[in-house]
Structure formats: C-alpha cells, structure tokens
C-alpha cells in the first residue's frame, strides 16, 4: 500500500487532539493582532483615524442587554450613555439638549446667540424634570389668569401652587390647573377660579420615595411640599413621575433629580457674563468653546471660573497632544475636549495644516489625561457606532457628534428639500455663515425688498437696532478672528439628510454600543478600557483594500436600513 492511500485511510495521525487546541495556544509567543501601544506607533504607522484598524473579537458568555454603557466625562460627572452632542448653533440648542439628557447623555448649548436665549435655553433644561422641585413658580390670589397662560407660554406648564405672598415660603391658599384657566376670561382673579378645597399635601422632611408614592396614589398632578405652619417649601410634578419611566437612562444631578444641561462660552473677557447668567440659570458644566485651548486666554478662564464658581464642571480643549492637554490640566480642568480638524465640515487641517489624524489624538491626550483622573471626550470624526466603540476603546469617556444628530428632528432650523430628499442645514462654526451671524448692522434672516419681492441683499439695520441686535460672534473668537479683517474659513456649509427624531436614533447607537461591547467580550466601558490598557483587547490594522472589503460591496444596488 503507498503512503498517500495510508494518508488517506488514516488521516487521524495527522492532526491534534481537539482537547489539545488552548494548550497548543499557548504555544504562540503572542496573541493574535496589535497592542494598543504597538497600534498607536506613530514612528512605523503614522498618525491614524477610526477607519484604519478594527478591534479583534473576544469570547461572549452574556447578552447585549446586560452591557452597560455608564461613562465619566468630567471628574464629577458620569453618563449613562457616552453622547454628546456639539455645541453648534444647527445641532444644540434647548430642545436637543433636554432630548439627550433624557436619553442619557448631555447636550452642550451653543453660544453663537444673545446670552438672554442661552440662558432661556439652560433654563428650560433644568425645569423639564425634577425631584423636589426648590423653585417652583409661584403666583398669588391677585395674580391673573393671564398670568398662568404666559407661564404655559414660556415654560410649557401651567400647574403652579398659589400662596398668600406669590412666592415660595407664603402659606399655601390653593393651586391652579390647566382646567381652571380653561374658558376663564384673562382678566379673571386666581382667587375667583383657583382650588382650594381637597389639596392634597406631604409634610416637609417626607422622603422623595414617599413623596412619589403619594402623588401617584393621589392622581393629581402637582404635590405641594408644606412646612408645619402649612408654607409652600417645595413641589413635586406627576409628569417627572411619568418620564421616570419613560426615561429610565435619564441624566440627572443625583441631588436634585434634574437632568443634567451644559453651555458653552469663549475665552473673552464678555464670556464672564454670560457664564454668570447661565450659572444663575442652574448650569452644571461649562464648555470651553475654542478651536486651539493652550492659549493663555483658556488658562486665565479656567482659573478664573474655579475660584468663582468652584462647584461648576469645566470641559476645556480643543487639544490634540499631551502638551497642550498639560496646560489646561494645570489649570484646573475637569475634562477634556479632543480633536482639530477631524470634522465632517471643519477644513482646518487643509487650511491650516494644523491639526491631527483622530484616533492618534484620543489615545495620546486619554493615555496623558487618565493619570491624572481627567476625563476626555472625543469631539469629531464621528460617523457611525463603530467610530464610537473605537474612540471609547481608545480611553475617551464619550463622544461628541455633531453631523451625525444634525438633521434630526431636535436640531435648529427648518427643513427643506434638495434634489428630491429632505433635509436640514448643518454648518461649521468656522465657516463664513456661521462667522456672519450676529453681525452689526445685519438683521438675520431679512433681507430688502425690490419691488414688493425679497431682495439679494440683507437689510441693514439702524443705529439703535444694531446695538440691541449684536451679541459677540461665537465662531470668531473661537478661531481667534474676531479681529481680523479678512475672514479665513475653517469650515463649510452644507446640509444633511432628514435623520427623524434623536428620541429613535440615540436608542439605535446605545443599542449598537451594546452589541459592540458584547461582541468584544467586555460588559462596560472600563472593562474595555481596561482590557485595551493591559493588552488583552487587541486591535489590528487596516489596509485600503481591507477597509473596502468591510463594507459593502460586488452589488448592482442596496439599500442600507440602520434601525427599524
């Protein structure tokens, strides 16, 4: 019998025993793909972006829905999901950042706008959910029904607790609801149409557990908190019951169960005063809004706002490297907000050519900043959930997005269609659009008419309109250019496509987070980081034929559903 018909016939002697197979994995000198540090070697890779490696599979022995998601993105802060949404004035204002509260993360107002809007904005943030509420508007007897409406105008409620004093602190006479106001003329008195029999109360000192017992319990809508002498003291709301549930990610100070809001600012010297009126208005964390943080004009902020308000969270940047991170650390920063250029609409790397590939920023600034307990946030580049896992991997404790939550239903402006699909506006805040907002002598969004019709040309404004209309431009100083005479753009104006609401498009990214961390076999976000720190999470380049490989390809035509 020949050798090959032997083979053939007994092909056992040439293989291992399958309970061999860990002991022969052993063997290898080393696991499978690149440590994080060999990944990052920019000596032999240069500098790199999400698309140009992967994260190598790990083992799963757990459900995507037991992975959690919770993340710190300053020292005192921590998310439940890792979003954030960019202060850009066609993503955040109050209705995106009271949506990504809601859902877990925090949206960070922009500035290019009057500090009174600002203020308004955080100001809707903090009153949309609450625990005991410590403000509660409060109107008296000789108050109006017209009163109550243009508090329903302004703040969307109209449920407010009635005192002897009109202020928190008077006894409690009564309350008022939407049903009381109904057909009421304007001009009718609070005391002509107010409750006041049945009030159902809690003592003060009532825990906020008991406290929502009883109001559910109860079926009414508001809960007044009473002191001994009967004195309004504080207020509970049965809709912050209801978006308890419908809401569970929900992020919010753990004192005062309201949700979490942010804003930013610039370096300049005006940016004192707004942060003043936005801390008035219950701010948490304040972004410091500059294309290049290591500038003195941050530094000197920085201080400033720590021994002003040494309870405010401050998020600095923008950095790249450890050298600028060291400069804002020094000075007292709480996170860190990382990228230059990577941006779907910045152009400041081409400009310029200032700047660094994202993924190498990350892991440079995170690997510097986690020794000194300083979170950071990765802040452009962002284009799927896949980009998030790997900034996440990278040491970042949360992503910010900008193109990927513009043209959802929560951003400014309006929606409009170009060629055929429906869409919004969505600029850099370097570009000559965004620089011109505001601008004296301007009136926004006017234009002269030419007989009877809207003209080419924005209508200028007089002397005195001019005065009340200008605010500091955020996108100048932000690039540093609020004093140059020629304008250089570091940053287009396009539009993106209808993306429906964030309510439906943040699940899908927390869900595909989910999925991610299950498929790498970690179950939240430190043990990934972990993970990546002591090499088990291993990582392996890309080539350009590889990254065309990974998605789609060799079909006449698809069509690509993200979520249902």
């Avoid at 949404?85 to 950042?97: F, H, K, L, Q, Y």
């Avoid at 017992?213 to 209801?242: E, F, T, Y």
Wanted: hydrophobic letters at 40%.
């Amino acid at each position: 019998m020949s050798s090959t018909t032997s083979t053939m016939s007994n092909p056992q002697t040439l293989f291992l025993h399958p309970s061999k197979a860990f002991e022969v994995l052993r063997e290898y000198t080393s696991p499978d793909g690149l440590s994080i540090k060999e990944l990052m070697n920019s000596s032999l890779h240069g500098g790199l972006t999400y698309n140009d490696f992967l994260v190598l599979p790990g083992k799963i022995d757990f459900s995507a829905r037991e992975v959690v998601t919770d993340s710190r993105i300053t020292r005192n802060v921590v998310l439940r999901t890792p979003f954030i949404s960019s202060p850009m004035d066609t993503v955040t204002e109050g209705e995106m950042a009271i949506s990504m509260a809601l859902l877990g993360g925090i949206g960070v107002i922009h500035h290019n706008q009057s500090i009174e809007a600002q203020a308004a904005m955080v100001r809707a943030v903090k009153r949309h959910e609450n625990g005991f509420i410590a403000d509660p508007v409060v109107l008296s007897p000789e108050h109006h029904v017209e009163d109550v409406l243009d508090v329903k105008a302004r703040l969307g409620f109209c449920g407010i607790p009635i005192t002897d004093t009109g202020a928190l602190g008077g006894k409690l006479v009564g309350i008022v609801t939407s049903r009381d106001v109904q057909f009421q003329s304007q001009s009718a008195r609070l005391a002509d149409v107010m409750t006041t029999t049945n009030l159902v109360t809690a003592s003060e000192g009532v825990t906020l557990s008991e406290a929502n017992d009883l109001l559910r319990d109860s079926k009414k809508g508001k809960l007044p908190i009473v002191d001994p002498q009967g004195r309004l003291v504080s207020l509970l709301a049965r809709s912050d019951l209801l978006k308890n549930q419908t809401y569970p990610l929900a992020s919010k100070r753990p004192e005062s169960k309201q949700l979490y809001s942010a804003a930013a600012i610039g370096t300049r010297p005006a940016d004192r005063e707004r942060l003043a009126s936005l801390v008035e208005a219950g701010l948490d964390i304040v972004v410091i809004d500059s294309s290049q943080g290591n500038s003195i004009f941050q530094v000197e902020l920085i201080q400033w706002i720590k021994n002003t308000y040494p309870s405010l969270e401050v998020i600095a940047g923008n950095v790249v490297t450890r050298d600028q991170a060291a400069t804002l650390i020094a000075a007292g920063a709480d996170g860190l907000r990382v990228g230059m250029g990577s941006g779907s609409i910045c152009i400041t790397q081409e400009i310029m050519a200032v700047g660094r590939p994202q993924a190498s920023a990350i892991y440079a600034v995170a690997e510097f900043a986690s020794r000194f307990g300083v979170p950071v946030i990765a802040d452009g580049g962002i284009s799927n959930t896949g980009h998030i896992v790997k900034a996440l991997a990278l040491g970042a404790g949360a992503v910010m997005m900008g193109g990927l939550l513009a043209g959802t239903t929560e951003a400014p402006g309006e929606y409009f269609y170009h060629e055929g699909k429906r869409v919004k506006t969505y600029r850099g805040m370097g570009s000559i659009e965004a620089m011109e907002k505001g601008k004296p002598g301007l009136a926004q969004n006017s234009t002269s008419k030419v007989n009877g019709k809207p003209g080419k040309y924005p209508t200028p404004l007089s002397k005195a309109q001019a005065e009340n209309h200008l605010h500091e431009n955020a996108a100048t100083t932000r690039y540093f250019s609020e004093s140059s005479t020629v304008k250089v753009a570091q940053g287009v104006s396009g539009d993106v496509q209808d993306k429906g609401s964030v309510k439906d498009f943040l699940p899908y990214l927390h869900a595909g987070l989910q999925h991610s961390l299950q498929d790498i076999g970690v179950r939240n976000v430190k043990e990934l980081q972990d993970g990546v720190h002591e090499g088990r999470v291993r990582f392996e380049l890309r080539t350009a034929s590889a990254q065309v490989e990974g998605g789609v390809h060799g079909l006449n035509s698809y069509t690509k559903r993200l979520f249902a």
